[in-house]
Every structure is written in C-alpha cells, then in structure tokens.
C-alpha cells in the first residue's frame, strides 16, 4: 500500500448475522499484516467481559431485558473498549470491527426506538473511518444457520428491518458489498476499499 505506515483506521464490518463479517474481517486482518501492518480485531460484543456475558445471557433467553437496556448493555460493552482503541489507532493500528456502533442503530431501530437517541450514546466512542456494509437478504441469513439461530436471529421480521436501517444508514457514505457472492469476490472488494480509505490523507 502507498500509505504512511503510521496512519492509523477503524474499520467497522456491518450487516446481518452470516453475512461474513468475521470471516471478511480475518481475511482483510491476514492481508494487511503480510503487508506489515500493526492490526487488532475486535469483535462486539465482546462475552469475555462481565457486561458481555449478560448480553450473552439475554440472547440465550436465560435474562429479560427491554430493547433499550439490552442496546445499552451493548454500548457500554463497545465504552469498555474505547481508551485502548482511541490509542492504538493513534499508534498507527488498524482496527477491524466485527459489528460496531451501527449494529445498536440497527437493532434499535428495528425494535421502535430512536436512531438519533442511539446514535448519540456513543458520540464519545471511536468514529469508524471506514464502514462497509456487507449485505445479505434475511433468507440467505437463515440458509446459512439453520440451527443454534439466537433470539434476534430466528425473527424474519426484525432482520428485515435490520437490514432496512443498515441500507438507510449505508446512504452516508458507507461502502456496500453484496455479501451473497463468493467469500472471495467479496474479500476483492474488501481490500480496495480499504486501500482508498489509507490513501486518505
């Protein structure tokens, strides 16, 4: 890449649960550290903290929460994170997101709440410098997990909407990717957009 190898960027991997983003996020994550690249991967939530493992809890239906403390419990979960993310993309890390502060927008919005309210909370968060949307109808979600699906992922209606806000919030300047390619294909686009975003001064 023709970028300073000091420059710094927040990635974040959005879209329905299957549409690859871990997968695309590892594979972008191999592809820049061959390039010599300082790179961390994060993924939200994150169930290894104690705020975590409640919302693990409420997905598996084991905990009751109403859609706005349950998107609270995810932010907090992402505010855990912040300092050290703030100083390693001041470092020159780059920081990949496997869901990110659009997926609470999403969510939330998807179950009647406010999208400026959720967007607001996590003003004080890392802002991504890059989001690409990885996009897969609710059908191909469900085709790719059949089984073991979680609260959020058994309901057809919420996905729809889901990706309905994903798109509404794409139209800022997102990159979209169709996501029901070949993992490949799909990697291709990846990596040149993200290419774009170093070059950025």
Known sequence: MTAAPTRGLLVA?????????QTQAELLRDRLTDRQRDVRLFSFPDY???????IGSALAGDRSYEPEAMQLLYVVNRYEWRQRMLDARAAGTVLLCDRYLASSVAYG??????????AAIQRYLPQPDLTILLDISPEESARRKSADRDRYERDMGLL??????????????????????????????????????????
């Open 13 to 21: 991997f959005e879209g329905l649960d299957q549409s690859g983003k």
């Open 48 to 54: 290894d903290t104690s705020i975590g493992a409640e």
């Open 109 to 118: 919005e998807a179950q009647g709440l406010d999208a400026a309210w959720l």
């Open 160 to 201: 729809a909407r889901v990706r309905d806000s994903y798109l509404r919030q794409a139209a800022s300047g997102w990159v979209r990717i169709d996501a029901e390619r070949a993992r490949d294909d799909v990697a291709v686009d990846v990596i040149a957009a993200v290419e774009r975003a170093l070059q950025v001064p």
